[in-house]
Structure formats: structure tokens, C-alpha cells
């Protein structure tokens, strides 16, 4: 659902909180299709995860919602702020990389509630369908569990519903309704970047 405020400019987006138990049984990592493998976290990976995560969500829904992931420069600045914070989980943040090139990205997060905070799930839209985002995200699942977390939690923007089923599926459920407000004029290509919202 999406609504507006033409007075003010501003678009409302309906977003979904969701979580997900990590105590409860979970299903283990798929191994990844043939040619596709995965890259750990490493401080000098930050400029690729932000490259993939731009070219994830330039496109797509979130790019409107959250202008940065549309830029890579935004991405960079994403990435810097994520793998800066004192709860960053590197055992949660991976690649996966296409014959060497990176086409997936995952980043988790730790809050001060002892549980794990998805920040961002992408795919290039070139190798959609084949169940990386199931992959990352256990892959990330099984990161926070690894790092002594008992819950893992993700916001969603309710129009992806191919995301909120891939949720669904994995354990996810929704908690609670939220509305991010976009200035609609700010998200225009040549608008400068909008600060980072964080929520944990």
C-alpha cells in the first residue's frame, strides 16, 4: 500500500518488521548452483558489496524508498556506516560471487537486545531465480546463531512480495506495521543522498 501527501510532497511506504527465531530448528544453507560460490566478510570487500547492493535495488521498489541504494555512492556510504557500528556481525555478511564476480550481498547487524538485524538483502536481477536470496539470508541466519544470537529481525516494503514470502518461508513474521515517509522530489536522481535511517 502506498500513499500520499501531495501537500507535503511526501509518499508513504507501508513496510513490514518481521523475526525470526534462531533457537527453533533451521533449514541448512543450500549448497550454491554450480559456479557460484561464496566470499566472507573482509574489510576490503566493502566497495563490492556496495557495488552489488546498488545494482540490487537501483531498479527496485527500495531504491524509491530508500533513495541510497539506488547510488552507489550511497551504497559506499551504507556499507561504511554498517561495517562501522560497534554490533557489525561479520559471521552474517557475505558475498556470492558469479564466475569471480559479485552478484549477491547480505549484511548483518547485532542489537543491544541480543539479536541479530538483517540490514540488506540483494541479488542482481541477472541471477534471480535460482535461490540465492534463500541462501544469503541462511547464511546469515545461521552467522547470528554462530555469534550467540536468538533472533533475527528485517524490515520489508510490503509491495515486494516476493521477499516477504521468501520471509514467510524461512521463519519470518510480521511484528509490526511501519510507513516510511519519502520526499518524493528528494529521491530524484540528481537529489543529493538522504542521511541513513537505522532502526535496532
Known sequence: MIASDVQQGLTYFKRFRMEADLLAPMAPVPLLPSRF???????DLLELHAQVKQQSFSEEIDGVVFPNLSRYEGCVRLMRDICGRPGFCGAATWLILHEGTPC???QGISNRGGGGVIQNLGVVAAHRGLGLGTAL???AMHGFRQAGLGQAALEVTAQNEAAVRLYRRLGFRRRRTLYKAVDVLAALPDAP???????L
Do not use: Q, Y
Not at 560460490?37 to 574489510?43: H, I, K, N
Open 37 to 43: 560460490t561464496w566470499l566472507a566478510w573482509r574489510d
Open 104 to 106: 549477491g550481498t547480505i
Open 137 to 139: 539470508l541462511l547464511k
Open 193 to 199: 543522498a538522504p542521511e541513513v535511517d537505522w532502526w
